[in-house]
């Protein structure tokens, strides 16, 4: 069965002003807040952190090009225009 898992923070002296609401699987809600718990961290850090590191490695939230070619795939072409 589905749980919600809500992140509803009231700090008037930052900017977040946006909730967001996720559906999870119980047993997974109950393994990230136990994990949070043995860290001693809240786990909207812990989610806002990893949307910020996934943002980045993702080019900052931005679509990249459909015809952009990986790192790995222009090294192979490079590679075997070489040889």
Known sequence: MD???CIHEQNFMSSKDVGLRIRVERELREAFLSACRAEDRPASDVLREFMRMYAKQHHDGRQT???A???DEKQNESVTEQA
């Open 65 to 67: 090009s459909l015809f």
């Open 69 to 71: 070619r990986r790192d």
């Open 3 to 5: 749980t919600h898992m």
